[in-house]
């Protein structure tokens, strides 16, 4: 017997299953310092490793990136017609809507399920952003996970994660200036990564504001 694509293992409910018993990370940060760092951490992400072999999509993505930073200092609530009119803005469309289909990333290795209630799923998931029982770095953390493994959108998720990630920080009024760290491969099963992922959140954001603090360039 054969084991196709229809038969794979489902990372999304491997995701939902580790989500809640994540051991996730304290962190003392604290804001100390207000302004802006001399570097765009997430605007050189997209330029530096889109830039060259796609100039149009960069240049959508970073519209896009304006648009969720803009959201984020007007206090917006992270929903799902959110994510989707930026990533109309990524993808150059005029409408958006959730996946029809499962999805496939990592080269076929990770199969993302759907159902009939997945974004009834996948929206409470994203308002869980602006909770309080979780430290900034770990919510932020969270919600990029939940963005990479409910994988919305037909295309461009991995850009959509990173934009809910700067929009949750932005939120609260954190900017970081480097955030080529963040790229390395995250597993649906992996619950030590994700709390791995927040513990590097809460060091760039440190690093980030100490340099600012003290007027040091990257």
Not at 11 to 32: H, K, M
Not at 43 to 71: C, S
Not at 156 to 170: H, I, S, Y
């Amino acid at each position: 017997m054969t084991s196709g694509p229809e038969h794979q293992k489902d990372a999304l409910a491997d995701w939902l299953r580790i989500r809640a018993e994540i051991s996730w990370p304290r962190w003392n940060g604290e804001r100390q310092v207000t302004g802006l760092p001399a570097l765009d951490g997430f605007r050189d992400f997209f330029t530096t490793t889109r830039g060259d072999r796609d100039p149009e999509g960069t240049e959508r993505v970073l519209t896009a990136l304006e648009q969720a930073l803009a959201d984020a200092k007007q206090g917006r609530q992270l929903t799902f017609a959110l994510l989707a009119d930026w990533q109309r803005t990524v993808l150059n469309r005029d409408s958006v809507g959730f996946r029809a289909m499962p999805a496939f990333a990592k080269g076929g290795q990770e199969r993302y399920g759907l159902a009939l209630d997945t974004l009834a799923r996948f929206e409470p998931c994203l308002s869980e952003s602006t909770r309080s029982d979780l430290p900034l770095p770990s919510r932020a953390a969270r919600t990029y996970l939940d963005v990479l493994f409910f994988h919305p959108f037909e295309d461009g998720n991995a850009r959509a994660a990173m934009l809910a990630l700067a929009f949750v920080l932005a939120r609260d009024g954190v900017s970081l200036d480097q955030a080529h760290p963040l790229q390395v491969t995250r597993w649906a099963d992996d619950a030590d990564g994700a709390a791995d992922l927040a513990v590097l959140l809460g060091i760039l954001i440190t690093a980030a504001e100490r340099r600012l603090l003290n007027g040091s360039p990257l």
